[in-house]
């Protein structure tokens, strides 16, 4: 392959309209910046080859040599990705449990990895869920805590990373969507071997463009709403005064992200562990852990009283798997179209095939 830089960012993801809002090219490079959940070349870049290309989840994404890397094998499972736990869990905490978007997982696993050492800072996404949120630098309970919940759009979380690798030689903890997951460890690939530490995804079927914000101004009764949810039942939910007033899926529709519909990864498979909703009780989280640092950090979570794990409900595993499949198969038809949004996957032909028959007797 030639060398490639920032004009075929340009070309290939900013203005085709694939870009992900993840942030790994920013903070390294002048020419580019976010405006709020867009991100653009402010002034054309000189240079033929770039960073800003590489680390892109948009350029090019190998799922085998990206499994190679964080799991040292190949994956286990062509839906869910490689792991070694399956679980339901929740914080132990009382006011983590009560912030978090559900069982409060991901609170409780940043701010053990903040106490104990293992990271010197996080990477979080903080702001309220009706305004466009933004990305913090947490190095303490309090921003934590503040990070807690969904924001269901596309903040470039990971702005701050390259700023933070060039100025510290500290552990960095990532909080992210799946495609900032994969982002991150092309980063981690090339030029931050083992800063990163620990790396949590978040699972997420789809984002939504700044315009659902614009949307919300318009509807008084909801703008002062302090959770937002998607709940099993449809729709999506508001919590606002007490109450909570659902909006129609097809209201939301509008608003999601184009790049997100060229998504194969909802569960984040390459995170040292992957937090989602359990689509059953709101009180818990799915866990899934993927790495031994993954593997680490909970046990250590455990011990320390700050997480309760039970084991995934056998008969919800193909629940799960089968709204993942969903999601995977929708991409693999437009590969086989060979649809351009698409392009970015390399995907094998035996990968594709185990997608495809999984489930089938
Ligand atoms: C856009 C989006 C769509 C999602 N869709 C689904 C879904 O369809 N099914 C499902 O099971 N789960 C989905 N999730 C994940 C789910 O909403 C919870 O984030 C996850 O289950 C963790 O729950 P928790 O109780 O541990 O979270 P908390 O303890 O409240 O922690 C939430 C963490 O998420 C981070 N965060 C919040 N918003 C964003 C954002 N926009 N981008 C990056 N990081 C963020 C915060 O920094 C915080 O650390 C989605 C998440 C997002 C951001
Ligand atoms: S690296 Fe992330 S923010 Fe930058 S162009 Fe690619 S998807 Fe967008
Ligand atoms: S659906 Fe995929 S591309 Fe869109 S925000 Fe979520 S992880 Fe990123």
């Not at 993801?13 to 653009?40: I, N, Q, W």
């Not at 290309?53 to 350029?59: E, G, I, K, L």
């Not at 008084?220 to 729709?235: F, I, N, S, V």
């Not at 032909?349 to 999984?358: D, K, L, N, P, Y």
Request: hydrophobic share 40%; charged share 25%.
């Amino acid at each position: 392959m030639g060398r490639r830089g920032p004009s075929e960012l340009q070309t290939q993801v900013l203005a085709a309209d694939l870009c992900t809002a993840c942030g790994a090219c920013l903070g390294h490079c002048p020419y580019l910046k976010s405006l709020g959940e867009r991100v653009a070349f402010i002034h054309p870049c000189p240079r033929s080859e770039g960073r800003c290309f590489d680390v892109c989840p948009r350029t090019s994404l190998d799922p085998e040599s990206l499994d190679r890397q964080v799991l040292g094998a190949p994956r286990r499972h062509p839906i869910l990705g490689g792991y070694d736990g399956l679980y339901f869990a929740r914080a132990r905490d009382a006011d983590v449990g009560a912030r978090g978007q559900y069982g409060g997982v991901t609170t409780a696993l940043v701010l053990l990895a903040l106490e104990s050492g293992m990271a010197g800072a996080a990477l979080l996404t903080s702001g309220t869920p009706t305004r466009e949120p933004r990305a913090v630098v947490a190095r303490d309970r309090d921003t934590v805590l503040a990070a807690a919940g969904t924001k269901y759009s596309a903040c470039p979380t990971l702005e701050p990373l390259a700023g933070l690798l060039r100025e510290s030689s500290e552990p960095v903890a990532v909080v992210g969507r799946p495609c900032q997951v994969a982002a991150a460890r092309k980063v981690e690939a090339r030029e931050a071997s083992g800063r990163l530490a620990p790396v949590i995804g978040i699972f997420c079927f789809w984002a939504l463009t700044p315009a659902f914000y614009r949307f919300l101004e318009g509807r008084r009764d909801l703008e002062r709403a302090t959770k937002l949810d998607l709940p099993k039942d449809g729709g999506m939910t508001f919590a606002v005064n007490g109450r909570t007033a659902t909006v129609r899926l097809d209201e939301i529709r509008p608003f999601i992200r184009p790049a997100c519909q060229a998504c194969f990864d909802p569960t984040a498979e390459w995170a040292d562990v992957s937090v989602g909703s359990t689509e059953h009780d709101a009180a818990w989280n799915t866990l899934v852990v993927r790495t031994a640092r993954g593997r680490d950090l909970v046990e250590r979570a455990r011990a320390a009283g700050a997480l309760e794990v039970k084991p995934y409900p056998l008969e919800r595993i193909p629940v799960l798997e089968e709204a993942v499949q969903r999601k995977k198969l929708r991409v693999l038809d437009a590969l086989d179209a060979g649809q351009p949004e698409v392009a970015y996957l390399g995907l094998r032909e035996a990968q594709r095939a185990a997608v495809r028959a999984h489930g089938r007797a």
